[in-house]
């Protein structure tokens, strides 16, 4: 498990990484959004695979990080039975590594000690043009649907029915680089009747686990949150559904975003991806955890992420190494 304050450093250490990271050897290179150490020569959205065979990178230990949640500790043991796969399959060694903050393991990616990593719908984009992450997974259900909703809860009791009577109230939103946390509220509230910092004091909580317990505790009058991860919440006996109810839903966004670093080597992608759309949800501890998954489904960045990115494009976000540290 790794500790608090190796990620600790990694967040702190982002501005200066990119800062010094050194050009890539073909200035000339398409890359649009991406940061200048990488390439997109195929227009995928991604970076390229090295071009000199000799920067691919095929360590004997993967390290496999899950985006930060509560508990970390907890999601450990429940990534442990997919672990054990990933081993058999890739013949390596796994590590799986609690990480604090989205932009310590953006930048945990970035500097080569992150091989795999689940990043979150938000900070996915960030990933992708700061780190090189290539996103190939979703989880899904057995007919390929994936996704989940924006909801938008308030106690049972607090008289608030719609979005428009949030006028006045004090609102958790996540952080700022959270897509149904913070950035499609941003984005779609305003047609709704109601916009965030205007109509509202919006309050930044830290995590979707956070907003949804200080709902409950009285602390904030409403939040909008992932459906994913409240269901799951509720699943673990964190809050009692009873005390909530939700007032406003979206339609369906991409969840977690399953990734490898760029620069691993083509054969050890090839068994990454081979562990991830053969692994079987039944009888496990991460099945249980995600009642509603049965499979890894194939995605792409470019089509699946797009609706995020107009989000994002919508409240003014770049991809840069201030835009990642704006996230607490």
């Known amino acids: 498990m790794a500790s608090r304050s190796l990620y600790a450093l990694a967040a702190a250490g982002m501005a200066a990484t990119l800062a010094l990271a050194p050009a890539h050897a073909n200035e000339d290179c398409p890359r649009g959004d991406l940061d200048r150490m990488y390439c997109d020569r195929d227009g995928d959205l991604t ?15 993967l390290i496999f990080a899950y985006t930060p949640v509560e508990d970390p500790a907890v999601y450990g043991d429940i990534w442990e039975p997919f672990i054990e796969h990933l ?3 890739t013949g390596k060694r796994v590590r799986f590594f609690a990480v604090q903050s989205n932009s310590a393991q953006v930048e945990a990616m970035r500097s080569g000690r992150l091989h795999i990593a689940g990043f979150s719908t938000g900070p996915t984009p960030f990933a992708v043009n700061l780190a090189g992450a290539v996103p190939f997974a979703l989880m899904g259900g057995e007919n390929g ?5 924006l909801q938008v809860y308030t106690q049972a009791d607090s008289g608030i029915e719609s979005l428009t009577d949030l006028k006045g109230k004090r609102v958790a939103h996540t952080s700022p680089t959270s897509n149904s946390g913070n950035l499609a509220p941003r984005a779609l509230f305003p047609a709704l009747g109601v916009t965030p910092d205007s109509d509202y004091t919006v309050v930044y909580s830290g ?7 200080g709902v409950v505790a009285g602390d904030f009058d409403a939040a909008p949150v992932a459906s994913e991860v409240v269901e799951r919440m509720a699943q673990r006996g964190l809050y009692d559904p009873e005390q909530v109810k939700i007032v406003w839903e979206s339609a369906r966004f991409p969840t977690t975003s399953y990734t490898h670093a760029h620069n691993l080597h083509p054969d050890l ?21 995600f009642k509603d998954v049965t499979q890894f489904i194939p995605i792409t960045y470019k ?8 989000i994002q494009a919508a409240n003014g976000v770049r991809y840069t190494a201030e835009g990642l540290q704006s996230e607490k």
């Open 87 to 89: 081993q058999n399959v």
């Open 269 to 289: 992608v090839e068994k990454i991806r081979e562990a991830f759309f053969t692994f079987d949800f039944r009888g496990t501890a991460l099945g249980e955890e």
């Open 207 to 213: 995590s979707h686990d956070q907003s949804m317990l």
């Open 47 to 61: 970076a390229d695979p090295p071009t000199d065979p000799s920067q691919f990178v095929n360590p004997n230990t």
């Open 145 to 149: 649907s994936f996704g989940y909703t």
């Open 303 to 310: 089509e699946d992420w797009e609706v995020i990115r107009q």
